[in-house]
């Protein structure tokens, strides 16, 4: 008996033990509590998954919040422009730690067709991005399996302090 | 077509060498107006009936070997009488000045914005004549043919989302 992904050794008294981080991990993954950043078509996908046909629930991320103080996982689902840049900068940095952020679609991953004065060619100049989902808009089995590959890179990620943007915002190249 | 023409006519008598040029786009009547009479023109046609300005758009026409490097276009329509016209004035680049019509058209408050924003068009006696599409930080204006298209500027705030956080 145990629970799946948790190493678990069961004593004859009904006591369990197992590792801190362990439990913790074991717990934030299935758990994760999105954060739609949502600014185009593609968040009109993540509508989609978040409904009963294919159910994010089933992957325990259900819990849609829409306040960046209760949720852990940003999913950043459209164009974001330089106009909005600090906005959605300002969001990640009000979400506590550990947060984790998806990419989802073309445009947020790398700009898109948008190559021009507008829009910012791929989020990851201004916050850090764990999981990249192609598409223009992707599939919604696709913003699953970006979820289950989420999950595995907590699984195995170390205990971890707060992370450092890759880029310091606001400068221009 | 009758109602436009004697639209025209009158705008033709009361404000003599106004209209420089007349020509056809697709059906519409398309008037090129001397820059000096523009508003007097949309005064009048708004009398005429042209209750709604429907756009103002902004022409670079760099590459075009005009003699006006600017033009601003002005869409119009007349909701009682279903009729169309389009307004034409050339803008020279170095003098980007004309007269708002957002004292006619409450539209105009944005479409007049988006010309500024996008071509640098300075249209006088606007209320509120700021960047409404680029933040505030960027420099130059980014539908001017001479703008590099790809060249993105970051902005450092959200002061354009929130004025009452500007100072923050």
Redesign the interface.
Known sequence: MGVKGIPISKHESGVITTRTDELLRWGRKNSLWPLPFGTACCAIEFMGVVSSPFDISRFGAELVRFSPRQSDLMIVAGTINYKIGPVLKRIYDQMCEPKYVISMGACACSGGFYDNYAAIQGIDQIIPVDVFIPGCPPRPDAILNALVKLQEKIDQEPQRGPRHITREHGKTE | MEKLNNIIDKIKEKHVDAIEDTADSFGDVVLTIARKNIHDVLVDLKDAGFDLLLDIAGVDALNLGRKERFEVVYNLYSLSQDLRLRLRVNVPEDDMNLPSATDLWESANWAEREAYDMFGFNFEGHPNLARI???RE?VGH?LRKD????????????A??RPDLENE
């Not at chain 2, 590099?148 to 450092?156: D, E």
């Open positions: 599409l680029c933040h960027f980014a703008y590099p298209v790809m060249k993105g500027q970051w902005a450092t705030g959200t354009d989302l």
